[in-house]
């Protein structure tokens, strides 16, 4: 029975080992849903995160990050990414945390205790068209200002969106009612961009 059960498991590992199935023994370290809207007031469209082989974006109107795909995914997923800009809905991300994924035939499957099957959305279809996120990064920054404030449950998010494991976060700013740069500290990321935009105070 024992010799039967590796000879079973041998052949899972083996099938899974197909190019087919790449990404097949990793999860998703960075929690990207946590930046994306989740009220019915939102833009639909911030219920999905911008995926393509240059970049990975996720925005729910007060939070922002950029991630280089190597930062998050292999060589053989992002290879499997297809052509252009895609969109992925936020609950794929958040299986992707919790399982083993890959990408065929423009959808994500995601393989749990059953199959889960996404399928990509091209950017600016049906309606749904990703924000310029671009323009809101800010290029200066202004280290006098002193008051300025977050909200603490969003940055913890954001932290957790950038890269977990790291022991906190540095904040930059850029003027009293501009974005807010988020900086990952002692992170082997260089390439993510975040913003958190700032509360107002009495």
């Not at 790449?22 to 999905?48: F, G, P, R």
């Not at 310029?132 to 969106?161: C, M, Q, R, S, Y």
């Not at 009612?177 to 988020?182: E, F, I, R």
Request: net charge neutral.
């Amino acid at each position: 029975m024992v010799v039967a059960l590796k000879n079973i498991n041998h052949a899972i590992k083996n099938r899974y080992n197909k190019t087919e199935y790449s990404n097949i023994n990793k999860t998703m370290n960075q929690k990207l849903h946590l930046i994306t809207a989740t009220k019915k007031d939102y833009s639909e469209v911030l219920k999905y995160i911008l995926l393509s082989k240059e970049k990975v974006v996720v925005t729910n109107a007060h939070a922002l990050v950029r991630h280089d795909p190597n930062e998050i995914f292999d060589d053989e997923f992002i290879k499997s990414i297809p052509d252009g800009e895609w969109l992925l809905p936020a609950d794929a991300a958040k299986e992707m945390n919790r399982f083993p994924y890959h990408i065929k035939d423009k959808s994500l499957i995601v393989n749990g205790k059953s199959k889960m099957v996404y399928d990509l959305i091209k950017n600016d279809t049906d309606g749904l068209k990703f924000p310029n996120w671009e323009h809101v990064i800010p290029e200066t920054f202004d280290e006098k200002l002193n008051e300025i404030g977050v909200n603490p449950k969003l940055l913890d998010d954001l932290h957790k969106a950038i890269d977990p494991s790291t022991a906190g976060v540095k904040l930059s700013f850029s003027g009293e009612m501009s974005a807010v740069k988020v900086t990952a500290l002692s992170s082997d990321l260089c390439n993510y961009k975040a913003i958190i935009m700032p509360l107002m105070l009495d």
